[in-house]
């Protein structure tokens, strides 16, 4: 899977894994997501950002997702 805007750069945010180059991280986006905020809410608090940043931070997701093993307790 090829991720065009996403970027990793040592000097911004430490290497973690940025939308474009921003200093806003994936794990941002998600978590944005994850705590119940819509799209559209994401795109107007943070005009900067684009539609298409918010998905591919999905797909990238996606991606650790599948390649993860997590044990559940039963």
Not at 3 to 11: A, Q
Not at 23 to 38: D, Q, W
Not at 43 to 64: F, S, T
């Amino acid at each position: 899977m090829k991720f065009n805007r996403i970027t990793v750069d040592p000097k911004v945010c430490t290497g973690e894994p940025c939308i474009r180059g921003l200093r806003f991280p994936v794990s941002r986006v998600l978590g944005l997501l994850a705590s119940g905020e819509t799209k559209e809410s994401i795109l107007k608090a943070y005009p900067y950002l684009e539609a298409e940043d918010i998905d591919e931070a999905l797909r990238y997701a996606v991606l650790l997702a599948e390649d993860e093993t997590v044990e559940l307790a039963r």
